[in-house]
């Protein structure tokens, strides 16, 4: 079966996962923190699963655990993509042994075949995280979830027709004052109109 026969015949529930890293100042020095994030490529949803200083075997387990409990992020998935990274090796042993999400390993050096998430990560770096200084993971989680917010609400997606992943009552309002919310200190702007 082709990759695309493949993605057209499970898009309903196909998710993939992937880790980047992000260097840290921490009262150790400069730290490396890895984040691991997962998407749903229906809907572009994207979930920070973890971040850590050391991606091990129970760290990966564990975060495996809480995506596919009950109301976990990948309750609805078929599939996980991720690549050959040795540190999903204990990811794919949980999925295969515990649950029915069958993972789908990538070939070597094929990030094209996870074109949606590379995208993101890609959109992740350039858009947030190296435009920023991290003190400490707590600084690093905030720029996260801020940015993920923005993702989620404030930015049009080319491949869901330019429309928002989850919109707010503002959007498509024709009649307002023009406002502007801001994140991460205005690096991060969405204008609307205020329909009050």
Wanted: proline share 4%; charged share 25%; glycine share 6%.
């Amino acid at each position: 079966m082709s990759w695309k026969t493949f993605l057209k015949a499970h898009w309903n529930a196909i998710f993939a996962v992937d880790f980047t890293t992000v260097e840290v100042w921490t009262k150790t020095g400069l730290t490396t923190f890895y984040v691991m994030v997962v998407m749903e490529l229906k809907s572009r949803r994207v979930e920070t699963a973890g971040i850590t200083t050391n991606p091990n075997k129970q760290w990966v387990t564990q975060v495996g655990r809480n995506l596919t409990g009950d109301s976990g992020f990948l309750e609805n998935a078929s599939h996980l993509i991720l690549d050959r990274d040795t540190c999903f090796q204990p990811l794919r042993s949980f999925l295969e042994e515990q649950t029915d999400i069958e993972p789908v390993l990538l070939p070597p050096k094929s990030p094209n075949m996870n074109a949606y998430l590379e995208r993101f990560m890609r959109s992740l770096k350039s858009e947030c995280l190296k435009k920023m200084i991290f003190f400490g993971q707590h600084s690093l989680e905030r720029a996260l979830k801020e940015y993920v917010a923005h993702y989620h609400a404030e930015r049009n997606h080319q491949g869901l027709d330019n429309q928002l992943i989850d919109p707010g009552e503002e959007v498509g309002s024709i009649a307002g004052k023009i406002e502007c919310q801001e994140r991460l200190g205005g690096m991060l702007k969405y204008y609307y109109r205020d329909a009050a």
